[in-house]
T-cell receptor, first 115, second 114 residues
């Protein structure tokens, strides 16, 4: 158990809909990261927040947005869903904002299926 | 543009033998590299890392080698055990960037046969 929790574990929805994925970081961690793992793909970095502020952005679609709240939990919002958005979405957390030796701990993921 | 590549989708080895997983990268700004291990229905877990100032890092049965001139790293597992069967991801980071943006390879599925 990494100490990072993600809800829900599974989500099935239809195209055009909007969903929210939730992540609670390990106690004491200030950074939260979101990654997407599509079929046959590695993990793609989406976005990082550090202590409530956006710190880094990857190839995150404009239909996707995220935020980190004062209690440090984070939400990833996916809207106007398409079939290609079906994937595993992982949240990770770490103590620092970046740099080497700043180990990221991953949650178990949310599996999103868009029908 | 895949900056971190793991060209072997899968690898099968016999228990007790050596497993060698390979990873190539293209961005010369990367200066810190990590290996993560992932079991089904779980998130990735950190395994071992190496800084670009080193060419080798060892932790028990796991050793990572870095060849900067070839932009290549490899993970050696000796001896391999059935419990090592998992997906292994190589990842890279620009350490000076002050972000935790990890760039991952596609993963290699390792099967260790008893």
């Amino acid at each position: 158990d990494s100490g990072v929790t993600q809800t829900p574990k599974h989500l099935i929805t239809a195209t055009g809909q909007r969903v929210t994925l939730r992540c609670s970081p390990r106690s004491g961690d200030l950074s939260v990261y979101w990654y997407q793992q599509s079929l046959d793909q590695g993990l793609q970095f989406l976005i990082q927040y550090y202590n409530g502020e956006e710190r880094a952005k990857g190839n995150i679609l404009e239909r996707f947005s995220a935020q980190q709240f004062p209690d440090l939990h984070s939400e990833l919002n996916l809207s106007s869903l398409e079939l290609g958005d079906s994937a595993l979405y992982f949240c990770a957390s770490s103590i620092l904002s970046g740099g080497a030796y700043n180990e990221q701990f991953f949650g178990p993921g949310t599996r999103l299926t868009v029908l | 543009d895949q900056q971190v590549k793991q060209n072997s989708p899968s690898l099968s080895v016999q228990e007790g033998r050596i497993s060698i997983l390979n990873c190539d990268y293209t961005n010369s700004m990367f200066d810190y590299f990590l290996w993560y291990k992932k079991y089904p229905a779980e998130g990735p877990t950190f395994l071992i890392s190496i800084s670009s100032i080193k060419d080798k890092n060892e932790d028990g049965r796991f050793t990572v080698f870095l060849n900067k001139s070839a932009k290549h790293l490899s993970l050696h597992i000796v001896p391999s055990q059935p419990g090592d069967s998992a997906v292994y991801f190589c990842a890279a980071l620009i350490g000076s960037s002050n972000t935790g943006k990890l760039i991952f390879g596609q993963g290699t599925t390792l099967q260790v046969k008893p």
